[in-house]
């Protein structure tokens, strides 16, 4: 029996905030991406996840409500703190968030820096006002500026003077040292030292950091490791499948934020691509997993554009048939997102909201799956689906799946 998961995320489409926005995301009460989204672009063709049954989730009076959809439904509450595309992913490969803190740099510069100098680096403050570290003259270890307060430190680098290895191995010093939620390694060719240190900038609320698009280490040879508190893959869908003798396909930004050891990776950004490469995989993925993220709709969330967006989830909707049309009866869709970014609440942030939850077998009815306390959910069922060990967390929805 050759069976198969296809897990496909739409980065950051939440489908209304959730009840504790109130005490952590104020800013977030109201928030309804894809409501809202529609409420803007009422034009919007979305023709298949209508027929799945998305509108039995998000109730929205200019789409059409099918009374017996083909998928079955519900929504997911996000586990995690806050809004986080990494951490969403990694609680949706069935990780259990673990408890961070939230802390500028400046407040760890120290302890970091003894650190480094203990493992043997050069460490420099090179500028008393804005602190920040200069390691080997080289890799500049400061402030996320590009996200929420304190969650995020990254390891800059110029990656014709440094190979990314070295560079993932001074961020796997800061990952050890701290206990925010995410430390960040990265780099790119064609950036000089001197170039990347003219990027470091304050923001508005005190962070120190390199602004990465001016830094333009994203525009030639960028790399990318994300290095998460307390992730162990070894608990999570992809490696469990992997371990067990599955194939394992990771595609768009799924690859950038999932660590799986021997996985086929498809990098790519462009939806169209990421829905080719999902239907191409179909082709060579006999048994295991295929998962992916279309990343573009979470672009047009940070820039406040519900025509864009709109547009990136009518482009999934047009391969959605192709896709559905290569499931045999031994495989499992399972689609969802991560968190949320309504471009109309007013601002560019992402957004504290439950995520929309559809599951297609060609063998199975539609049923209420209802609303669930975490997307590792996903990835419990997954692995119950397959016959794998149980991952860190989630509760397998598969029992509440019948056959037709």
């Given amino acids: 029996m050759s069976r198969r998961v296809i897990i496909l995320i739409l980065d950051s489409l939440g489908v209304g905030y959730m009840e504790d926005a109130k005490d952590y995301h104020p800013q977030d009460i109201g928030a309804n991406t894809f409501y809202h989204i529609v409420d803007k672009v009422p034009t919007i063709k979305i023709p298949t996840f209508e027929k799945l049954g998305i509108n039995k989730i998000i109730n929205h009076p200019t789409l059409q409500t099918i009374d017996n959809p083909s998928a079955s439904y519900g929504c997911l509450n996000l586990m995690h703190n806050g809004a986080d595309s990494f951490e969403g992913h990694n609680e949706i490969m069935g990780t259990k968030p673990k408890k961070t803190y939230m802390a500028p740099f400046s407040d760890n510069i120290d302890e970091v820096k003894d650190s480094l100098e203990n493992r043997g680096y050069n460490v420099k403050i090179p500028n008393e006002d804005l602190p920040y570290l200069l390691v080997n003259d080289l890799v500049i270890v400061a402030d996320n500026i590009e996200t929420d307060y304190g969650q995020i430190y990254n390891v800059s680098a110029p990656l014709d ?30 950036v000089t030292p001197e170039h990347l240190q003219e990027s470091v900038e304050r923001r508005e609320d005190g962070l120190v950091g390199v602004n990465s698009p001016k830094s333009n280490v994203y525009k030639r040879g960028y790399q990318v490791r994300h290095l998460g508190f307390g992730i162990t893959p070894d608990y999570q869908l992809p490696t469990l499948a992997k371990k067990a003798g599955l194939e394992v396909s990771l595609i768009g930004k799924m690859q950038d934020v999932i660590f799986c050891e021997g996985a086929r990776k498809f990098p790519g950004v462009d939806t169209e691509q990421v829905m080719k490469d999902i239907i191409s995989e179909m082709d060579h993925v006999e048994q295991g997993v295929i998962a992916a993220t279309v990343q573009e709709t979470d672009l047009a969330g940070h820039a406040q554009n519900p025509e864009r967006y709109a547009n990136r989830i009518e482009l999934v909707d047009q391969y959605l048939p192709a896709l559905l049309e ?14 949320g970014n309504d471009p109309t609440i007013g601002h560019n942030q992402h957004t504290r909201e439950k995520t929309y939850l559809l599951a297609y077998q060609n063998t199975a009815r539609s049923v209420a799956i209802g609303e669930r306390d975490t997307l590792s959910d996903i990835a419990a069922t997954g692995a119950d689906y397959l016959g794998l060990d149980r991952t860190e967390n989630g509760t ?7 056959k037709k």
């Fill in 326 to 339: 290569k499931m045999t009866d031994e495989d499992l869709l399972i689609m969802s997102a991560d968190h």
């Fill in 161 to 190: 003077y440094i190979p990314f290895d070295e560079v993932l191995k001074i961020g796997q010093v800061v990952r050890e040292t701290v206990k925010v939620n995410r430390v960040i390694a990265l780099g790119g060719e064609n």
């Fill in 396 to 402: 397998s929805f598969l029992p509440l799946l019948e």
